[in-house]
């Protein structure tokens, strides 16, 4: 069902997808057969934004009077350290070219559709869907080897799906410390109410100032994520009609 528009708000309908618990939890593989269809898509029926290097990090950098679990000194930094990697991604050439992106395309917003036998992977969590290189969508699987315990088999299943191996373009580390700053985002906004969000960024933020890159950081849990709800394909408005939680899709084999 497409979205309904009326009084300067969407509102869009969401489609439940109960996670049995039987299910093992979808890996990397189902990740890069999701992604392989998502990119050879054409484009979308329509408009979507331009993809914005992190967008979500430097919109939280500017509410200062939100932000008391950084220090001012440290605000200035991490803003001066997106503009740094900005400015890196701007002089990159990006082989496997530009197209629709998830834009946050990691193994945690995978889900089963259980309505299909066998189960389906499905690909929820749209609200950075845009248009951009395709290899951003790549980069969440290989850091998730450097920072959060993945092996190598992780990476293989990967690409035995997908078909690239990110590691061979010359911009694989510039991508890795994007995502690294990517993962500032969430702690960030959440450490002020959350003692867990804010170890979780005192040990991100110190990792990053001492250049430590492969540290190993705590993730958050999936008990919660595999209960997620996924809204219908067509329902993604444009960002700037959408909350924070609005804009989720699935994607499907």
Known sequence: MNPVHAFGYSVGFWQYY??????PEPTSRELGGLL?????????????????????????????????????????????????????????????????????????????????????????????????PREVDLIPTWHATVRYGRDETWIGDFISEYGYDLREWPGYRVLLDMRDLVQV?????????????????????????????????SQYSRAGKRLARSELPRSIPPRSARSPTQGSAVVGK
């Open 36 to 132: 392989r269809s998502l990119h050879n898509m054409p484009a979308p029926p329509i408009d979507l934004p331009e993809w914005v290097p992190l967008e979500s990090l430097h919109a939280a950098l500017l509410e200062d009077d939100k932000q008391p679990a950084i220090t001012g000194e440290e605000r200035a930094w991490l803003a001066r350290r997106v503009q740094e990697v900005r400015k890196e991604l701007s002089e990159l050439d990006w082989p496997l070219g530009t197209g629709i992106i998830h834009g946050d395309a990691w193994a945690g917003n995978l889900l089963w559709d259980s309505n299909t036998t066998p189960p389906r992977p499905l690909l929820g969590d749209w609200d950075w869907a845009s248009i951009g």
């Open 18 to 23: 109960p996670q049995a618990q039987e299910l």
């Open 185 to 217: 985002s969430g702690p960030l906004r959440r450490a002020a109410a959350s003692p867990e969000h804010a170890r979780r960024l005192r040990q991100r933020i110190d990792d990053l100032r001492a250049g430590n890159r492969t540290t190993s950081w």
